[in-house]
C-alpha cells in the first residue's frame, strides 16, 4: 500500500498529522527496510506488503509568492533521487525546522537528512519544478484542497481526526485494487478540463500522449482540453485523426463540428454536426 501525505509543509497541522499516522501505522518512522524503503504494516491488513508513505505537495496559496514552493521541490528532488526513504527523511527534518522560504537553511535541511546534494540542487530553479508542477495538478484534479490529506489510491482522508480514524481509513483502503497509472492520469486530466484548466490537463497528457497517442480516449480528452484553450488547429488535427479511423463516432463528429465552427467554417461545421444528430438523435 502506498500512503500518500498531501500537505503544505509549512503548515502546522502537518507535523501532528503525521504524528498521527506513525501511531496509527505503529512504527517510530525510523525502521527501514532494504534498498531505503520504510517497513511499516497496516492495522487490518490481511497480508504482510509493506506500507510506503509518500509526501505530495498542498499550497495553501498558490498565488503567495512567499509560498514555501522550494521545500515542495526539496521533496519532490528527495524522492527523485532517493525514494521514498530519503524522502521521510527530508520531511521530518522540514518539520522540525524553523524557516521553510530560506534556502540556507533548507540546504542544512537537506543536509541532516543526509540528502547533501539537495542544497546545490534548489539553487537550480528548474530543478524539480516540473515534478512540483505536475504534482500539485494531479492534487488540483483530486481535488484535495484540505492540508493535510491523507490519500491511498483514490480514497482521501482529509486531516485525520486521531490515530484510531486513520487506522480505520487504510484498513478501509486495504482492499481497494488501485487503476493503472495511465487510467488513473487519464482521470485527472480529464478532471482538469471540468476544472476550466485544460493547459494543465495537456501537461498530465504528455506522456500519455507520447506513448499512447492514438488511444481514442487520450484523443478525446487531449481534442477537448486543445478546444477549450483555443488551440483549435491542434484540436481540429486531433478530431481529423479520430474520424479517420473510427467514422462512425459521432461525438467527435460534434466536436469537430464546434472546432470548425469556432474558426469560422460553417458550412463545413454544419455537414459534420448533421452527420453526428443523424447517428446520435440527442445531438440533433
Not at 501505522?25 to 509493506?50: F, H, I, N, V
Not at 500519455?208 to 481514442?216: C, F, I, M, R, Y
Not at 482540453?225 to 488535427?237: C, D, I, K, V
Amino acid at each position: 500500500m502506498r500512503i500518500e501525505i498531501w500537505a503544505d509543509i509549512a503548515n502546522p497541522w502537518t507535523h501532528v498529522a503525521a504524528e498521527r499516522l506513525r501511531a496509527a501505522l505503529g512504527t517510530d518512522g525510523e525502521t527501514q527496510r532494504g534498498e531505503g524503503t520504510p517497513d511499516t504494516r497496516y492495522p487490518g491488513s490481511d497480508t504482510s506488503a509493506p506500507t510506503d508513505v509518500v509526501w505530495r505537495p498542498l499550497l495553501a496559496d498558490a498565488a503567495d509568492p512567499d509560498a514555501p514552493r522550494d521545500a515542495l521541490r526539496l521533496l519532490a528532488l528527495a524522492e527523485e533521487r532517493g525514494g521514498a526513504a530519503l524522502q521521510n527523511r527530508v520531511a521530518e527534518e522540514l518539520l522540525a525546522s524553523h524557516d521553510l522560504r530560506d534556502r540556507a537553511e533548507l540546504a542544512a535541511v537537506a543536509e541532516r537528512a543526509g540528502f547533501a546534494e539537495g542544497g546545490a540542487l534548489l539553487r537550480d530553479s528548474e530543478a524539480g519544478a516540473k515534478e512540483l508542477r505536475e504534482l500539485l495538478l494531479i492534487g488540483k484534479a483530486r481535488r484535495i484542497g484540505v492540508s493535510p490529506t491523507l490519500a491511498v489510491g483514490d480514497q482521501h482522508l482529509e486531516f485525520a481526526l486521531s490515530p484510531a480514524t486513520v487506522a480505520d481509513f487504510l484498513a478501509s483502503c486495504a482492499v481497494v485494487k488501485p487503476l493503472p497509472e495511465e487510467v488513473r492520469r487519464l482521470r485527472w486530466a480529464e478532471s482538469l478540463v471540468g476544472l476550466n484548466d485544460p493547459l494543465g490537463a495537456l501537461v498530465l497528457l504528455e506522456p500519455l500522449l507520447a506513448e499512447h497517442g492514438d488511444d481514442p480516449n487520450i484523443r478525446r480528452v487531449a481534442a477537448s482540453a486543445y478546444f477549450a484553450s483555443a488551440q483549435l488547429g491542434r484540436a481540429e488535427a486531433v478530431l481529423e485523426a479520430m474520424l479517420a479511423a473510427h467514422p462512425d463516432d459521432s461525438n467527435a463528429r460534434v466536436m469537430l463540428g464546434k472546432t470548425l465552427k469556432r474558426r469560422g467554417r460553417g458550412a463545413e461545421a454544419e455537414t459534420h454536426l448533421r452527420m453526428a444528430a443523424a447517428m446520435t438523435p440527442e445531438y440533433a
